[in-house]
């Protein structure tokens, strides 16, 4: 998967492949999204060593998008906002990892008839019209420090722009995940900008590798404030009215109680539709209990539910009727109150 002609200090620069810990989870939470399986030491069991290779050494800077872009011209149509009218059906991952995710995990199209598949089965289970999406890691926490001593990785003009064409042909939207390691939030979000201003892309961002201590990614697990927020939803708000486009939603992940920081700050927009994903993996029971003390207890505007094809099978669910693990099924994501509006898949 390395390119040969990479340099092999950049061969060592390791992806955070989803969202592992190897800090104790709180108590009654699901677990921390892991979906590296490979730890590199008992220290740093968050740090794949079958993460995705970079595109290109160093850190990657985007190019802006032409006003003839091509990827203006499809797409979804998206002439308004998109919740809570229809529910949001997403594969996470990235294409350079197997390890991150659906995206990542199959070929472009058999990934997409995976979708297609699970989609079915929501709009069979709920009367919502589904919404599809792709939910592209953009900007990875790394296990290195990098150059510049951030700790993440932006992903190259090249891949961004193929996973939002893998959308847009397949009439999906698209979401650009940020996880920044060290770096300050403003400029990653800046360096997604020009992607932003394509009415079907939207943003995510991820408080477990926002490391506001200094420690190492994946070591602990990161925070953001409503301080935070605030600036990711005023950032896209003023994408919105600079480009006459529909409100943009922003995702926020999380899982403990501390990943989200007086979250009575956080102020809504007309621009900019929040929701609160709950990222955690482990069986039905710890997800829904998980749901309820850090999404339902703290709301702020939409809820997320994240759902690990693997992670989620590692445990029997003691407190369900259940023999062997298994996952969720749409019927029971839709018996949490209140409805689950976007469901990730990883």
Not at 98 to 119: F, H, I, N, T, V
Not at 153 to 174: F, G, L, P, Q, Y
Not at 211 to 224: E, L, S, W
């Amino acid at each position: 998967m390395f390119k040969s002609t990479l340099s092999a200090s950049l061969l060592a620069t390791l992806f955070l492949a989803g969202c592992q810990s190897s800090s104790k989870p709180t108590e009654g939470s699901a677990s921390p999204p892991d979906s590296a399986q490979t730890p590199v030491s008992a220290t740093t069991s968050s740090v794949s060593a079958a993460a995705p290779a970079p595109d290109s050494a160093g850190v990657s800077t985007a190019e802006p998008l032409s006003p003839l872009d091509s990827l203006k011209l499809i797409g979804p149509k998206i002439t308004g906002a998109i919740l809570p009218n229809k529910r949001i059906v997403a594969y996470y991952g990235n294409p350079h990892s197997k390890k991150m995710g659906a995206l990542g995990e199959y070929p472009k199209d058999d990934m997409l008839q995976r979708l297609d598949r699970q989609s079915q089965e929501w709009a069979k289970a709920d009367s919502l019209p589904v919404q599809q999406a792709l939910h592209l890691v953009a900007i990875s926490a790394q296990g290195a420090p990098g150059k510049d001593g951030y700790y993440r990785m932006r992903m190259s003009d090249k891949t961004i722009r193929k996973v939002i064409r893998w959308a847009a042909e397949h009439n999906a939207i698209c979401f650009l995940d940020i996880q920044v390691g060290l770096a300050p939030l403003g400029p990653e979000m800046e360096f997604l900008k020009p992607y932003l201003k394509l009415p079907y892309v939207h943003l995510g961002i991820d408080p477990e590798f926002s490391m506001k201590t200094g420690a190492r990614p994946g070591t602990k697990i990161g925070t953001y404030d409503a301080a935070d927020i605030n600036q990711a939803v005023n950032f896209l708000s003023d994408i919105v009215k600079a480009n006459n486009l529909p409100p943009k939603i922003l995702v926020v992940h999380r899982f403990t109680q501390r990943m989200v920081t007086n979250y009575k700050n956080i102020k809504l927009n007309p621009n900019v539709q929040i929701v609160m994903h709950m990222d955690g993996w482990g069986p039905p029971s710890l997800k829904m209990d998980t749901y309820r003390d850090y999404i339902v207890k703290e709301p702020v505007q939409y809820t997320g539910f994240k759902l690990f094809y693997k992670n989620d099978l590692k445990k029997v669910d003691m407190r369900s009727k259940h023999k062997v693990p298994h996952l969720m099924t749409p019927q029971e994501v839709l018996s949490l109150t209140p409805k689950v509006v976007y469901v990730q898949y990883q």
